[in-house]
């Protein structure tokens, strides 16, 4: 929509730059959409921790069912974006129809579901995504600086082929399908009619699997702090529901996508990183010196590393909590951390999108593509970690 330009007049006082939707204008987005914005990447990062899934140990125990702290996460991650998306959609829908990335650009569903299965081998085998990496390093998981290492290396194999070979790159911009078009709900409005009741339902199936699977209970297997009483307070407690968790990263969608125009990611942040070392030369057009908007994913990433050392930090610590006899905050072996994690970005940047870009956002947005990403993840990462444990 064409917004004119203040303009000054000899008659009159100056006017206001006009609003386009709620706390929005023409140069952007109100000083409070920044504050939430900040906030959600805090409390985000505070709330991985809590929810115990920044340790390998713990994430990975989710794809041989010992434990469904991942499951209850997602589930409430998605089902609260969904909601949350919903309103947005219908009180912002120009804002949020801009933000929608993953309705936009098609990589194919083939590709989609390559690049996730990759992903998901990767996260199985180092117990962890794209997305845990730097909440892991603020925990102090010791071989978390393997995760970065190995994820930093796929980014920059990745970008070399992007520079040299840019055919194979990113997916073009087309008419992805989404659930609504394949209902014939087009439109902001027809994405609420379909994502707020599917929303609901996820959380209330979340809600369901947490009365069925108690997470004091599914933690306590760990031992240490998990299994002793929980204190009174609330910030006390050594683990939170990962419920919660999923609903605090599903309300960020609305400030993440009212300041960045874009849903929640992780994964571009190492291919932004290796353009801006390279100045500009591989990858071009990702790095910090091209746009402002390539500042967002990283400084959002910086937010939920600062949430989860402080968190990690001041909180309540795991004393004892231990996995097969070893200490949940040592991680896997380093070179299994780095071969996952340069699996998981390089499987990510193949998909055109993470763990939370496909799985989460993409998701949430309806996307025909990222659902098939998103049971590709799971599926990769479920008959990988069965291999490992039961062959």
């Excluded at 006082?13 to 109100?30: C, F, H, V």
């Excluded at 504050?35 to 805090?42: E, F, H, M, R, T």
């Excluded at 004091?216 to 939170?240: H, I, S």
């Excluded at 001041?314 to 004892?320: A, D, Q, V």
């Amino acid at each position: 929509t064409a917004v004119l330009s203040p303009h000054r007049s000899s008659m009159a006082a100056p006017l206001k730059e006009p609003l386009i939707e709620n706390g929005t204008t023409a140069s952007g987005p109100s000083p409070v959409w920044y504050l939430l914005w900040a906030l959600s990447g805090l409390f985000e990062g505070f709330a991985f921790r809590k929810a115990c899934i920044v340790y390998p140990a713990v994430l990975a125990d989710q794809f041989v069912f010992r434990n469904f702290a991942v499951l209850k996460f997602f589930i409430a991650a998605v089902g609260s974006s969904m909601v949350s998306q919903g309103l947005m959609s219908t009180v912002m829908p120009t804002v949020f129809s801009k933000s929608m990335d993953y309705g936009a650009n098609s990589y194919g569903n083939a590709r989609v579901a390559i690049g996730c299965a990759i992903l998901g081998v990767g996260m199985a085998i180092a117990g962890s995504g794209p997305s845990m990496f730097v909440p892991s390093l603020a925990c102090h998981v010791t071989t978390a600086t393997y995760l970065l290492a190995g994820g930093l290396v796929a980014a920059l194999a990745v970008a070399i082929v992007d520079t040299f070979a840019p055919a194979t790159g990113a997916g073009a911009p087309a008419d992805r399908q989404t659930l609504p078009k394949l209902l014939g709900k087009a439109g902001p409005g027809g994405y609420a009619a379909v994502a707020l009741p599917m929303g609901l339902v996820m959380l209330a199936a979340a809600v369901g699997l947490e009365s069925v699977v108690n997470y004091q209970e599914d933690m306590a297997r760990y031992g240490g702090a998990l299994a002793e009483p929980y204190p009174d307070a609330l910030l006390d407690y050594p683990a939170w529901p990962p419920i919660i968790g999923g609903m605090a990263l599903g309300l960020a969608q609305v400030p993440v996508r009212v300041v960045s125009g874009d849903g929640l990611g992780t994964a571009t942040s190492f291919s932004i990183l290796i353009s801006t070392l390279s100045l500009n030369t591989l990858s071009p057009g990702k790095s910090l010196l091209s746009s402002k908007k390539n500042w967002w994913q990283p400084a959002f990433v910086l937010l939920v590393f600062v949430g989860a050392f402080f968190c990690d930090t001041l909180g309540p610590s795991l004393k004892g909590a231990t996995s097969e006899g070893v200490p949940v905050e040592e991680g896997f072996p380093p070179m299994q951390m780095a071969l996952g994690a340069f699996l998981a970005i390089a499987g990510a940047r193949v998909a055109g999108g993470c763990t939370c870009g496909h799985g989460v956002s993409g998701t949430a947005e309806l996307s025909l593509e990222s659902f098939v990403g998103a049971a590709a993840i799971f599926g990769g990462a479920i008959a990988t970690k069965c291999i490992m444990v039961f062959t």
